[in-house]
């Protein structure tokens, strides 16, 4: 079945620690977006990529980068990550002639 | 500017009784709208959409939910409830025709379901 895959499901780190977590999609779309989610809260989106043009929201922290070297595959890279920056990390891709985004089942980030 | 205001954090209902999860926007282009569900320690999962087609949409799950322009809203329903249906709910819009398409998501409302 065609998904949106992200690994791990869970990531604990520790304060300061680089991290990188990884989204991959066998669906072929050209957008993708990285979401971080807090604990009873709304996913807020960090930022997207429209094939190889990557568009940070104004709000996303410094800390917070992503690269995207083909279709299939996004990272989210967290410099030093901070007690705060535990949450959900949520990846999701759309076709750009479609209005419906795919999540993935999340990567939940423990900061130690 | 979009905004999404969905209306009662918590919302519990007994098993087989009526759900209603209430959704109101605003936008100053025509949207789309969507329904997502969320269970504990997983993604979003889309329950259904409007994309300016029938205003009475059916989603997955029994769940539907009706366009009204005049009310500027979207709210969610399904004549009965399962436990299975406890999960967190959100509603979401976008601009209709927009490259980015960039969701705007409500706070979301927690489903209870009691045996």
């Known amino acids: 079945d065609a998904m949106v895959i992200q690994n791990p499901r869970y990531q604990v780190t520790q304060f300061g620690k680089p991290v990188t977590l990884s989204c991959s999609q066998t669906l072929n779309h050209n957008v993708m977006y990285w979401y971080q989610q807090k604990s009873s809260q709304a996913p807020k989106l960090l930022f997207h990529?429209?094939?190889?043009?990557?568009?940070n929201e104004a709000d996303t922290p410094d800390n917070f980068q992503s690269r995207r070297p083909n279709t299939s595959f996004c990272f989210l890279d967290i410099r030093s990550p901070g007690l705060g920056d535990a949450a959900m990390y949520l990846c999701?891709?759309?076709?750009?002639?479609?209005?419906?985004?795919?999540f993935g089942p999340g990567t939940r980030l423990l900061v130690l | 500017a979009q905004s999404v205001t969905q209306l009662g954090s918590h919302v519990s209902v007994s098993e087989g009784a009526l759900v209603l999860l209430r959704c109101n926007y605003s936008?100053?282009?025509?949207?789309?709208l969507f329904w997502y569900v969320q269970y504990p320690n997983q993604g979003l999962q889309l329950l259904l959409k409007?994309?300016?087609?029938?205003?009475l949409v059916k989603g997955i799950n029994g769940f539907e939910a009706e366009f009204k322009k005049s009310e500027t809203s979207f709210h969610l329903t399904k004549p009965s409830a399962h436990m299975s249906d406890a999960a967190e709910y959100f509603c979401?819009?976008?601009?209709?025709?927009?490259?980015?398409?960039?969701?705007?998501f409500g706070q979301g409302t927690t489903l209870q379901v009691k045996p």
């Open positions: 979401a819009v976008s601009p209709g025709s927009s490259n980015t398409g960039k969701l705007i």
């Open positions: 936008s100053s282009v025509p949207p789309y």
């Open positions: 990529y429209y094939d190889k043009d990557f568009n």
């Open positions: 999701a891709t759309r076709w750009d002639l479609g209005e419906t985004q795919y």
């Open positions: 409007y994309t300016s087609a029938a205003t």
